[in-house]
């Protein structure tokens, strides 16, 4: 069986892939990756022998870039006229393909898979793009929702809106050319009939829905088994756990001091630190208690840290969960606040007020998590999380091919 997996995004948009991708090789399953061509997701593919078939241009360039809301219709057709241009050759017999990613990304790979009849499944790594009438969408940038709307199933309906204005264009242009039919609205096109939730049900429980056969197979964290570099074991072994603070892809430019800033709130609760680089390139002079890492193994890493401090991706978050590790979540955008809040209902960890951290704010933040009985909390909920989600995926996969 031949398995192309898609997506455009960030280094955690692709780690899930990671998880899938292997198990699907463990099942005899030829396997390849369409993502951006970004050397942390090229490097990681590499390391477990899955080939990388570049799309569009680095998402590190394409975030830093952070383009103003009115010119999004135009980056997101250059995102979906990559999807024509990358995936029909990567595609070649195949006999499933799986799109994620942003909106735009996704309907340009499932429009491709339709033009050479391959079956397809779309797939979300976090439930708020997913219509329920218990809650309401995220607001795209330029486009905010209506406060004084309150009905969710109004609120939908302008997603629906939405979606159309800023995506549709691009879409219907490329689908055309292609011979392929107009779709009815972008966001219905890409979720479909039965999507599938990769998160945890623990932490990201579903509510049934009715018309929406959502699957949730469980989040596809792959086997890491990576050791930490010399320097860092060497740093961890030399006095008590230190908190982990690295906000992944986030540029955070909000906040040109972030690094002072953790350092001085970690200080303040007697601590030693960590520091992701990470997109931010953030940085400070190396001593006995504090150290600037670069990639590393996070399954490893938050085992044996006191607390994690981050930015609340959907990945990291599970990460940090599995690990037991207590979190402090600074949230910036999209999915992040919900996941934010998951962690401050599970007693897991504390959401921190707003995306700027203070030395103050992340100090108070860092003191609910750094409690004994939120460590207590977080092991406990460790021992429920499921660890099967990539091989739930990758045995329905197999399914649908027959």
């Known amino acids: 069986m031949r398995v192309l997996l898609s997506t455009y995004g960030s280094r955690g948009d692709v780690e899930p892939l990671v ?3 292997v198990r699907l090789r463990e099942r005899g399953a030829d396997v390849r990756v369409c993502a951006p061509p970004d050397e942390d997701s090229a490097r990681r593919l ?3 022998g899955v080939p990388l078939v570049p799309v569009s241009q680095s998402a590190r360039v394409w975030t830093r870039a952070a383009p103003p809301a009115s010119d999004l219709p135009r980056r997101a057709a250059e995102v979906i006229a990559g999807q024509f241009e990358a995936i029909p050759a990567a595609a070649e017999g195949c006999d499933v393909l799986v799109a994620t990613g942003m909106l735009p990304a996704a309907a340009g790979a499932l429009s491709v898979a339709e033009l050479l009849g391959v079956p397809s499944v779309s797939v979300t790594f976090q439930q708020l793009t997913l219509p329920a009438p218990h809650r309401g969408p995220l607001a795209y940038p330029g486009r905010p929702l ?3 709307t309150t009905d969710n199933r109004t609120l939908w309906e302008l997603d629906l809106q939405h979606t159309d204005a800023l995506f549709g264009e691009a879409l219907h242009t490329n689908r055309a050319a292609h011979g392929l039919r107009q779709v009815t609205h972008v966001r219905d096109y890409v979720i479909g009939d039965q999507p599938w939730l990769a998160t945890d049900p623990v932490l990201d429980p579903w509510r049934e829905t009715p018309g929406l056969g959502v699957v949730q197979t ?7 088994e990576r050791p930490l570099p010399a320097e860092l074991l060497a740093f961890l072994d030399a006095g008590t756990p230190p908190v982990y603070v690295g906000f992944g892809s986030m540029p955070m430019h909000a906040v040109t001091d972030i690094a002072q800033v953790a350092d001085a709130a970690v200080r ?12 931010a390139d953030l940085t400070l002079v190396d001593g006995p208690d504090r150290l600037t890492v670069g990639e590393v193994n996070h399954q490893a890493l938050f085992r044996r840290v006191a607390a994690v401090v981050h930015h609340g991706g959907a990945g990291t978050t599970t990460t940090a969960a599995r690990a037991g590790a207590p979190q402090v979540v600074v949230a910036q955008l999209a999915d992040q606040p919900y996941w934010a809040g998951r962690v401050a209902e599970l007693g897991i960890g504390a959401a921190h007020d707003g995306p700027v951290p203070t030395t103050r704010s992340l100090s108070v933040a860092l003191e609910t998590a750094l409690r004994p009985e939120t460590r207590v909390r977080a092991a406990a909920v460790a ?3 499921r660890t099967d989600g990539a091989s739930v995926a990758a045995n329905l996969l197999l399914d649908m091919a027959g």
Do not use: Q, Y
């Open 218 to 224: 469980g989040a596809w964290t792959p086997p890491d």
């Open 19 to 21: 998880g899938l991708a």
């Open 383 to 385: 021992d429920t999380l």
């Open 146 to 148: 209506p406060p004084e």
């Open 46 to 48: 590499d390391g477990v």
């Open 268 to 279: 303040a609760h007697g601590r030693r630190l960590v520091i992701g680089r990470g997109w």
